[in-house]
């Protein structure tokens, strides 16, 4: 029975990803941690990505219309800021974020972020992160992709759905997971352990 788990765990590996809802959230560089906090960021938990924590520190994102409080920050610190919101969300703050890979902050919107021992006000650096996938180089050969490539991806969820033009990202520093932002886990019914299919 046991060897029969592990063959069909390892099937399910070779022919699924398993799928993360990524909700709102903010990175700063070690400048802006200092200024927003009064010191650098702490690690409260290990994210699903090697090396990537969620900080015990929180901001509040403020738009032209509207605000989000407690918004998540992720460490470690960046060498640019960055707020990777939802398009619902930009609706809310009244910032109309292009869809980007994350890092890509090049003339995006800006937003304020406030955090316990001060602001800081970034004049660019807000997006809606394109639906993407980090793969391992074993995982990306074992798929038959590549990085940079954009690929199809069936959701396995309550209300499956196709999504196109999923950015695939390969590294060794990598786990293996689509990342979905909170409009496009909804639009699909995603619960936690939920698993997506790249599509030949």
Do not use: W
Not at 74 to 102: F, H, N
Request: glycine share 10%.
């Amino acid at each position: 029975m046991e060897q029969i788990l592990m063959l069909t765990e390892q099937l399910v590996h070779r022919l699924f990803v398993e799928l993360e809802a990524s909700g709102r959230h903010v990175h700063v560089t070690k400048e802006q941690a200092n200024i927003l906090f009064g010191h650098p960021l702490t690690p409260k938990r290990p994210l699903s990505q090697p090396g990537q924590y969620l900080a015990n520190e929180r901001v509040t994102v403020i738009g032209p219309k509207g605000q989000f409080e407690n918004v998540a920050v992720l460490g470690p610190e960046r060498k640019e800021a960055q707020v990777e919101i939802s398009l619902t969300d930009g609706r809310v703050l009244g910032i109309d974020p292009p869809v980007r890979l994350s890092g890509d902050v090049s003339g995006t919107p800006g937003a304020t972020l406030a955090g316990p021992k001060g602001s800081v006000t970034l004049g660019q650096g807000v997006l809606a992160a394109q639906r993407h996938i980090h793969l391992t180089p074993e995982d990306a050969r074992n798929f038959g992709v590549k990085d940079k490539q954009t690929v199809k991806l069936r959701t396995f969820t309550a209300r499956p759905v196709i999504f196109e033009d999923v950015a695939v990202r390969v590294s060794p520093d990598f786990a293996s997971y689509v990342h979905l932002d909170y409009d496009e886990a909804n639009a699909c019914g995603f619960a936690k352990g939920d698993l997506g299919r790249i599509l030949p």
